[in-house]
């Protein structure tokens, strides 16, 4: 994959999305971090519902800390390890309020350092709330990076770190959201939509899937 490709290709992909946006429903910094605490093994429509009823009660850590773990519990127990996101979400209210202000960083270190943060969430805070441009990689980017090789990787870190290297800097703050909309709904796990990809020319994937007879 050369960078002549690469650049063909987020053309293509902003042509065809001019404004990408993460499919999670937020107002604010910390709303969003939530919404991406609980997405973990979960769907963004799973947390759209669970989080339509949480917001209005509660969506500030001030809040969420009035609700209590058990309240929170409450309104996210149809999405999975909610028990566990609970308690996060939480602990990561008390830090927010006591270290923060209430606010939620906008570094790196410190967004990592709260409860339920791994550095996936911690870049699509970023990226999202924040403009930076970092590379949140889920399974749908890491599938999409090795499948077109815009930038192969063994593991997340390799392709987040390659993505960040190979992707041309105009396209890096919006880079994440194309490539996790485009693994979600065109190049997927299974049966990916290649005859309907607009990149099909350039993507350098070997066995591309063809259009029925």
């Given at each position: 994959?050369?960078?002549?490709?690469?650049?063909?290709?987020?053309?293509?992909?902003?042509?065809?999305n001019p404004?990408p946006?993460?499919?999670?429903?937020?107002?604010?910094?910390?709303?969003?971090?939530v919404?991406v605490?609980l997405s973990?093994?979960?769907?963004?429509?799973?947390?759209?519902k669970?989080?339509a009823?949480?917001?209005?009660?509660?969506?500030?850590?001030?809040?969420?800390?009035?609700?209590?773990?058990?309240?929170?519990?409450e309104?996210?127990r149809?999405?999975?390890?909610?028990?566990?996101?609970?308690?996060?979400?939480?602990?990561?209210?008390?830090?927010?309020?006591a270290?923060?202000?209430?606010?939620?960083p906008?570094?790196?270190?410190?967004?990592?350092a709260?409860?339920?943060v791994?550095?996936?969430?911690?870049?699509?805070?970023?990226?999202?709330?924040?403009?930076?441009?970092?590379?949140?990689?889920?399974?749908?980017?890491f599938?999409?990076a090795?499948?077109?090789?815009?930038?192969?990787?063994?593991t997340?870190?390799?392709?987040?770190?390659?993505l960040?290297?190979h992707v041309?800097?105009?396209?890096?703050?919006?880079?994440h959201?194309?490539?996790?909309?485009?693994?979600?709904y065109v190049?997927?796990?299974?049966q990916?939509r290649?005859p309907?990809?607009?990149?099909q020319?350039?993507c350098?994937?070997?066995?591309?899937?063809?259009?029925?007879?």
């Amino acid at each position: 994959m050369n960078k002549d490709k690469r650049r063909q290709i987020f053309e293509r992909l902003r042509s065809a999305n001019p404004t990408p946006t993460t499919e999670l429903h937020y107002r604010t910094p910390f709303e969003l971090l939530v919404a991406v605490i609980l997405s973990a093994q979960a769907t963004d429509k799973g947390v759209n519902k669970a989080t339509a009823q949480l917001f209005p009660v509660a969506n500030t850590p001030e809040a969420i800390l009035a609700l209590g773990e058990q309240g929170l519990r409450e309104h996210i127990r149809t999405i999975g390890l909610f028990n566990s996101k609970a308690k996060h979400i939480t602990a990561a209210c008390r830090i927010l309020v006591a270290e923060h202000g209430g606010q939620v960083p906008m570094e790196r270190k410190a967004l990592e350092a709260l409860p339920g943060v791994g550095r996936k969430t911690a870049n699509v805070v970023l990226n999202t709330a924040f403009g930076e441009p970092t590379m949140a990689v889920d399974t749908h980017i890491f599938r999409v990076a090795n499948r077109t090789r815009i930038a192969p990787g063994k593991t997340p870190l390799a392709v987040e770190k390659g993505l960040l290297r190979h992707v041309p800097r105009e396209f890096l703050k919006d880079a994440h959201h194309w490539l996790i909309l485009h693994g979600r709904y065109v190049c997927t796990a299974r049966q990916p939509r290649c005859p309907q990809c607009p990149i099909q020319d350039l993507c350098e994937h070997p066995a591309k899937t063809q259009a029925p007879a």
